[in-house]
């Protein structure tokens, strides 16, 4: 688990969010609110699905590429569009959590059942404590084999 979490704020927009998650390299983060109460986790499939949702993006019918190629200026409206949007509308809610007392196979169940990329770690209060991600994952279980 990661201690150190890296977190936005329900009321921050979406383009904010996506700089947050680039400048750290990482491919979502827990949602907060003005309380640091979590609320929810955004991550790059959230921002790609209202980018398509508001082209009537179907990616088994039209590759996204051809989209770009044809589209060009109704994407750039798009993109500008939905980066003015809070991250509160399209984050994925109710959050997926793990207790921190939890087994490492409790949360790597969880997160093969759910088909998450990261869940968010709180303690008995609810309070988000860290996170653990798919590479924490192999991480762990990298050294339980050794």
């Known amino acids: ?17 996506i700089k947050v998650l680039k400048e750290n390299q990482i491919s979502g983060a827990p949602v907060i609110d003005e309380n640091n109460d979590l609320k929810g986790v955004i991550s790059g499939t959230d921002v ?3 980018v398509g949702h508001l082209i009537d993006y179907h990616p088994f019918l ?10 060009p200026d ?40 759910r088909d998450i990329n990261r869940l968010p770690v709180v303690d008995n209060d609810g309070t988000l404590v860290g996170i653990i991600t798919r590479k924490d994952l192999l991480r762990a279980f990298k050294e339980l084999g050794e």
Request: glycine share 2%; no cysteine; hydrophobic share 45%.
């Open 1 to 17: 688990m990661s201690k150190d979490v890296i977190s936005v704020r329900t009321t921050d927009v979406v383009l904010d969010a």
């Open 48 to 50: 790609l699905k209202l």
């Open 62 to 71: 039209i590759p996204f590429l051809e989209i770009l190629e044809k589209h």
């Open 74 to 113: 109704d994407l750039a409206n798009v993109v500008k569009d939905a980066s003015k949007k809070r991250v509160e509308g399209i984050m994925s809610e109710p959050p997926i959590v793990v207790d921190e007392n939890a087994s490492i196979y409790r949360a790597a169940s969880l997160m093969w059942k």
